[in-house]
């Protein structure tokens, strides 16, 4: 005998409340809505009927009859921890303005254009989108349609709003920072063609020349922890091994930490490792990984500030950009090299193929 398929439950409507309590559905629609015309007696039989069939209104479909819907869509990558962070304070900014969000994510099999698509479908009234890779002319021309903010990338378009860290003095926080600490040979990870991951590059080359280094060592990554396994095997395998490196993300950072673990080197004794972004995943107690922290309160508060700015109308042309100074969170994953002061390499001219 075949089975059927299992019953999906029926939503619950005003028509059911409107039963249970022996009223009109007119009648329920104005208690639901706190609109005069119901006593006091009425509106208290309806929401009891509500509250035992279990009747929830439908905000979205509310919005969607108002002229505004009071929407903010949200394009976010669900390959990045620190993502969730931020879809988390865009929440709390959102709720606080009175605003509402609806996410779209970008995975393997989603690409960014289908997750705007689908926001722009349900009537969103501006987009923040988080670290997207659109090429610039992409984005502008969508700014031209509906108010656009790009979060943790730089835009060099004055049609699109931009709230990020600033990735190159982060980095500089790093290597200052394992400079302090004794460390001369520092290696950088990089994030290939990621948002970020250019200025980040810049950021590294620039510290270590203002400390007099010049062994630069830059090694392909990525975003995720098979990436950051590979650029770890890569890394052991150079015959004059970096005490120390700065790593593109604190996703990847943990491919790095694997790898170091099972070829039995300490961590931070024999390589302290950086990563970038403080997300949630950096300070599990089993991870406790330093890295530079992104400010996601006050990216989140100036995104949902600025996307409600420019759909009231309030035009800044001065202010599209907007860079928020990063800080370095400390925890145990870097300390003084395990080497004798005499070791030390000196600080000359070699450089390792980056």
Known sequence: MTEKPPVRARRTTLADVAARAGVSVPLVSIVMRDAPGASAATRERVREAADELGYRPDSRARMLRRSRTQLIGVVFGVQHPFHGDLVSGLYTAADTAGYELALSAVTPGRNESRAVASLLQDRCEALVLLGPSLPTTELADLAARIPVM??????????????RTDDAAGIQLAVDHLVELGHYRIAHIDGGRAPGAAERRRGYREALSRHGLDEVVILPGGLTEDEGA?????LLALSSRP??????????????LDVLHRERF??????????????????????????????????????????????????APDEREQVIAPHLVVRSTTASPDIEPAAAPSRGVQTFST
């Open 150 to 163: 790009v979060v943790a990338r730089p835009v060099r378009s004055k049609a699109v709003d931009v709230v």
């Open 230 to 234: 590979e650029a770890a095997r890569h």
């Open 243 to 256: 005490t120390a490196v700065t790593v593109f993300n604190d996703r990847c950072a943990t491919g790095v």
């Open 266 to 315: 300490s961590v931070p004794g024999d390589m302290s490792v950086v990563g970038f972004d403080d997300s949630s995943l950096a300070s599990l107690s089993h991870i406790a990984l330093t890295t530079v922290a992104q400010d996601a309160e006050r990216i989140t508060t100036l995104a949902i500030a600025r996307a409600i700015a420019r759909l009231d109308g309030h035009d």
